[in-house]
């Protein structure tokens, strides 16, 4: 049986990750307060990111925006997209 979890980011009872997404005390928070699909949401919002303003993944400066835009998508109100950025139709 799936675990459910009361996400923070959807305001809805789902189903949770199946693990820890990464170390330490924010991958424990995530794997208990965030859903599978909300986590979904985040990863290919990450991509974007990445992608918008061309980061390299493992510069200290990128990762620190990641992190810092990860919270604001997951747990904040004031999250927005890149500017200029048009989402691909479906």
Not at 7 to 16: A, P, R, S
Not at 18 to 37: A, D, L, M, T, W
Request: glycine share 6%; charged share 30%.
């Amino acid at each position: 049986m799936a675990r459910l979890v009361n996400c923070v980011k959807l305001g809805t009872e789902e189903e949770g990750l199946e693990s820890i997404p990464f170390p330490g005390e924010k991958g424990q928070y995530i794997f208990e307060h965030v859903s599978q699909k909300a986590w979904k949401e985040w990863m290919a919002m990450q991509t974007v990111l990445i992608n918008e303003h061309r980061l390299a993944s493992f510069e200290p400066k990128a990762k620190k925006l990641i992190e810092e835009e990860r919270e604001k998508f997951l747990f904040g109100t004031d999250f927005q997209t890149p500017e200029g950025y048009v989402p691909e139709k479906a």
